[in-house]
C-alpha cells in the first residue's frame, strides 16, 4: 500500500483502527470467545501497523505506539 498518498488524519485513523481490533480480539479472547480480527494471528496486520508508523514517523507525527504485549486490553476496573 503506498501511504505516502494518505493524508496524516487518514494514517492515524488506520492506526487506530489496528489497536481497536487488536484491543476487541484481547477482550473476546479474555471472555473465552474466538477472536474476531485474528490480529495476533495473522502477521500482516503487524507489518501494515509497522509501514503506518514507519510513514508517521517521516511525518513527523505524534502517535501512541501500540502495544503488542498479551495484557495490552486489560482495563483499569479488571486489574
Given at each position: 500500500m503506498d501511504y505516502r498518498a494518505f493524508n496524516n488524519d487518514s494514517l492515524t485513523m488506520m492506526y487506530e483502527s489496528v489497536r481497536g481490533a487488536l484491543a476487541s480480539d484481547d477482550a473476546l479472547a479474555g471472555l473465552g470467545e474466538e477472536r474476531r480480527f485474528r490480529v495476533?494471528?495473522?502477521?500482516?496486520?503487524?507489518?501494515?501497523?509497522?509501514?503506518?508508523?514507519?510513514?508517521?514517523?517521516?511525518?513527523?507525527?505524534?502517535?501512541?505506539v501500540i502495544d503488542w504485549s498479551e495484557d495490552q486490553a486489560t482495563l483499569p476496573f479488571d486489574r
Open positions: 495476533r494471528e495473522t502477521p500482516d496486520w503487524k507489518k501494515h501497523a509497522a509501514d503506518l508508523e514507519a510513514e508517521m514517523l517521516k511525518r513527523g507525527m505524534f502517535f501512541e
